[in-house]
C-alpha cells in the first residue's frame, strides 16, 4: 500500500495548471496594482493596495505534522501551495516524536492487521492484537472520542470535553488520512494499541517507520545508517533529530530489521511533498494574518518576517536537509497572497507567557524555558497562529483541557540536567547546539536516590511521589491509567464513585513545587527552579551517565558538582534563573540524613531513603516542563477558524496544537486536521 499514488487524470491535470511559475511566485513590483486589504497598525485594518511580495492558492503556515498534510492534500486536489515555516527545516514536533499515530475507523492498517496480511512484502511478524480489536468504523471511534464515562486515574473525563462537530469529523476522516499517509511512501509497522487520546475500545496506533539499508530512499522506504544516527556512539543526524534513541528497532512492533519514529513519517511527507511542487519558505514567520476588514470579509494573505537561526560557534546560518523546492527569501518583512486560504499549523502556546496562563497562572515562571525551544527555535509554540487569530476576531476553545495531562500540564520532568528535556537529543543534529546537554534520565525509580528542593534549598514532597503527579490518559487496552475492566462504552460503572476511589493515585508533588516559597517575590511571586541533589554514592548505584553529552560541555549552569553541600549550594547560582544561593540546603540535608539513619521520614513519609553523604555532591537542574498544547483557535468540522460571534471566517483553517476543542494527544490529531484543512482550503477558494 505504501507504494500506490494519487494519479488520477483529474488531479494529475490540476497540478500542471497550477504549479508554481513566475506568475504565480512573483517578486514586489511583478505585483503592483493588486489591491486588499492591510493590517495597518495593531489590530486595526484599512483598505489600502500592497504590493504582494508572493502569490500561491493556499499559504500553509508551519511546516509540522498539521502543515505537511495540508499542504499535500490542496496540493493533490491541484492547488498550488506555499509553507512557511520560522524555523530552518521541515517537520516541527513531528520530526521528534515517537512516530505513534493512531487513526481507526476502519483505516488501511487496521484491515491489514485484521486480516493477518503483509501485502508489501515488509517481513512484518503476526499481528500483535486479536483480530476482534482491529474492528473498527467512524461510528464507533466517534463514540469512544466523546464517551461521557471514562476516567483516568485522577477522575478527570477527558473525552467527554471534546468538541462533538470536530470529531465526528475527525472520525469520518481518519481513515483517509490513513491512506493519504501511505499514498505518500509512509510505512507503518504493527498495530500495537492506542496511543493518548485515541479512544478506549479499539487498536488504533501504528507507528512509522523506515527499513536499514545501504541508503536512504524514501520512495523504497530504506535508511543509511548515518542518516539514523548511531545509538550506540550517542549521535543523532541531520535527517533525524527524533528524542531519546536515534529510530528505535521496530523488531517489538512486528517489523524485524525496520527502526521507527517520527522522522520517518515527517521525511517521507516532506519528500513526497516537495516532489509534487509544494514549496517551502523556511526561516519566515507568520507575524500577522490578513483580513479585509479586521472582523470582516475574507483572509486575503499573511506577513512574514526574517526569522534565520545560525550556528552558535561557527555562526553560519543553518539549512534544511533537503533543499529543492525551497525559496530563499532574506527580505525583512514579506507579504504573501493567497487566492483560497491560509491555513494555520504553527503549533501550540507553550512558549506564550500570556496564552498559557490562561489556564494555569502558575506558568508566568521565567524558569519555565524548555517547550523545545532548541529543536524549533525561538519561535517554536510562541501561540502567534493563535494570537494572529484573535487579532482578527477568531475565538479560543478547549484552553482548559491542558489540566492535568500526562504531557500538557506542568510536571516535574524525570530527565536532569537539561534546559530541554523533551528536546532530549544526541549531538549530530543543528538543535544540540542550543540544547547543549541532552539530560540524563533518571526513570520512576530514581527519585529514591535524590532530593528535590526548591529555589531556597528546601524539600517539598517526598520524591518517590513525583511521577505519579503525571496521570496518563486513557487508552486501550481497557485497563490502563485507572479505567475499568471489562471495560463497556458508556456504561456508568466506568466513573461510578467506587471506580474512581480505587483507582485514583496522582500526587500533588508538582503543585507543590511550584507553591509561593520564601524566594518568592512580589510582584509575580515566582517559585523559581527545582534542584535534584544527590552524592557519588547515589552515581555508583544507579549508573547515572554524568558526562557528556548527557550534561553540558563546557558547563552551562544546569549542572554543578562541589566537594561540599556548602559549596553546592552557591554553585547553583551559576544558573540564570537561581535568584539566591540554596540557603537552607545544609540543614536540609543534616535533616534528611538523619532520617535515613532512623529508617523515617518524619516531613513527607519518603519509603525509601539514602543518605547523602559521600563527596562529591551534585545538584542537577529538574526541569517543570510540558510537551503539548491544548487550546488555541476554535475551528469546525471542516477545520474552518470560527469568529467570537459563530460564524466562519471565509479562508481561513486551521489545526493541530493552534486549535482547541480536540483533547488528544500528537501526531493522529494534527494528521487529520491538516487532511481536513488541506482538502476545504484547496475546494473552496
Avoid at 478547549?398 to 500538557?408: I, R, S
Avoid at 517559585?527 to 535534584?532: E, I, K
Wanted: with cysteine; glycine share 12%; proline share 6%.
Amino acid at each position: 500500500m505504501a507504494k500506490k499514488r494519487d494519479s488520477g487524470r483529474k488531479e494529475t491535470r490540476l497540478q500542471k495548471e497550477k504549479s508554481f511559475s513566475r506568475r504565480d511566485f512573483f517578486k514586489s513590483g511583478a505585483a503592483a496594482g493588486v489591491s486588499a486589504a492591510v493590517l495597518s497598525g495593531p489590530g486595526k485594518a484599512s483598505a489600502q493596495g500592497i504590493a504582494w511580495n508572493y502569490e500561491v492558492d493556499v499559504v500553509v503556515c508551519g511546516a509540522g505534522c498539521t502543515g505537511l498534510h495540508a499542504a499535500v492534500r490542496a496540493r493533490d486536489l491541484g492547488a498550488s501551495v506555499l509553507v512557511v515555516d520560522s524555523n530552518f527545516d521541515v517537520g516541527g514536533k513531528m520530526i521528534h516524536s515517537g512516530g505513534f499515530v493512531s487513526l481507526g475507523g476502519g483505516d488501511a492498517i487496521q484491515a491489514r492487521d485484521r486480516a493477518g496480511a503483509d501485502p508489501d512484502g515488509f517481513g512484518l511478524t503476526a499481528p500483535l492484537v486479536p483480530p476482534a480489536d482491529l474492528e473498527d468504523d467512524p461510528d464507533l471511534l466517534f463514540k469512544d472520542m466523546t464517551d461521557w464515562s471514562v476516567v483516568d486515574a485522577s477522575g478527570v473525563a477527558r473525552y467527554r470535553y471534546n468538541d462533538r462537530q470536530l470529531h465526528r469529523a475527525w472520525a469520518d476522516n481518519a481513515p483517509l488520512t490513513r491512506q493519504l499517509q501511505l499514498e505518500n511512501y509512509v510505512r507503518f509497522a504493527r498495530v500495537d494499541g492506542t496511543h493518548f487520546g485515541g479512544g478506549m475500545s479499539r487498536a488504533r496506533m501504528a507507528k512509522a517507520m523506515l527499513k536499514l539499508a545501504a541508503k536512504t530512499d524514501i520512495k523504497a522506504g530504506t535508511l543509511s545508517a548515518e542518516d539514523r544516527g548511531d545509538p550506540e556512539k550517542e549521535r543523532h543526524s541531520r535527517f533525524n533529530p527524533m528524542r531519546q534513541t536515534p529510530g528505535i528497532p521496530a523488531a517489538s512492533v512486528g517489523a524485524p530489521g525496520w527502526v521507527y519514529g517520527g522522522f520517518c513519517l515527517a521525511r517521507c511527507l516532506e519528500f513526497s511533498a516537495r516532489e509534487k511542487g509544494v514549496r517551502f519558505m523556511l526561516n519566515r514567520h507568520m507575524d500577522e494574518i490578513i483580513r479585509e476588514g479586521q472582523f470582516t470579509g475574507r483572509v486575503l494573505g499573511i506577513k512574514a518576517s526574517y526569522t534565520p537561526r545560525f550556528e552558535p560557534d561557527a555562526g553560519a546560518r543553518l539549512e534544511s536537509f533537503w533543499q529543492n523546492g525551497n525559496t530563499d527569501e532574506r527580505a525583512a518583512t514579506i507579504h504573501i497572497r493567497a487566492r483560497k486560504a491560509v491555513i494555520i499549523g504553527t503549533g501550540g502556546h507553550l512558549n506564550n507567557r500570556y496564552i498559557r496562563t490562561m489556564f494555569d497562572p502558575r506558568l508566568y515562571m521565567n524558569a519555565f524555558e524548555e517547550a523545545l525551544i532548541p529543536l524549533l527555535g525561538p519561535h517554536g509554540q510562541d501561540a502567534s497562529g493563535i494570537v494572529a487569530g484573535m487579532d482578527i476576531g477568531a475565538n479560543l476553545a478547549g484552553m482548559m483541557q491542558n489540566y492535568e495531562h500526562q504531557l500538557a500540564s506542568p510536571r516535574i520532568s524525570n530527565v536532569l540536567a537539561t534546559r530541554d528535556p523533551h528536546a532530549n537529543i544526541f549531538p549530530g543534529h543543528p538543535s544540540f547546539a542550543f540544547a547543549k546537554a541532552k539530560g540524563f534520565d533518571i526513570g520512576n525509580s530514581g527519585w529514591e536516590h535524590v532530593i528535590a528542593v526548591n529555589q531556597v534549598g528546601k524539600r517539598f514532597y517526598s520524591e518517590t511521589a513525583v511521577p505519579n503527579s503525571a496521570i496518563g490518559n486513557p487508552k486501550y487496552p481497557p485497563g490502563t491509567d485507572g479505567t475499568r475492566k471489562p471495560f463497556t462504552a458508556t456504561d456508568w460503572r466506568n466513573a461510578s464513585t467506587a471506580q474512581i476511589k480505587a483507582q485514583f493515585k496522582r500526587s500533588s508533588a508538582t503543585d507543590a513545587a511550584l507553591a509561593i516559597n520564601e524566594g518568592s517575590q512580589p510582584p509575580d511571586f515566582q517559585s523559581g527552579p527545582v534542584w535534584a541533589i544527590f552524592d557519588s554514592a547515589a552515581v555508583a548505584r544507579t549508573g547515572w551517565k554524568i558526562r557528556y553529552p548527557y550534561i553540558a560541555d563546557p558547563p552551562d549552569g544546569y549542572f554543578h558538582k562541589a566537594d561540599t553541600i556548602a559549596e553546592l549550594a552557591k554553585k547553583v547560582m551559576e544558573n540564570a534563573h537561581q535568584k539566591m544561593p540554596l540557603k537552607y540546603l545544609e540543614q536540609t540535608v543534616t535533616r534528611y540524613n538523619e532520617f535515613a539513619d532512623k529508617g523515617v521520614d518524619e516531613d513527607f513519609e519518603k519509603p525509601v531513603m539514602h543518605k547523602i553523604s559521600t563527596p562529591p555532591f551534585y545538584a542537577a537542574w529538574a526541569p517543570i516542563g510540558m510537551l503539548d498544547s491544548f487550546g488555541g483557535l476554535r475551528i469546525d468540522g471542516r477545520a474552518q477558524v470560527v469568529d467570537r460571534w459563530g460564524e466562519v471566517i471565509p479562508g481561513l483553517y486551521a489545526g493541530g496544537e493552534a486549535s482547541g476543542g480536540g483533547q488528544q494527544h500528537g501526531l493522529g490529531r494534527a494528521s487529520v486536521h491538516g487532511y481536513l484543512a488541506g482538502t476545504n482550503a484547496a475546494r473552496d477558494g
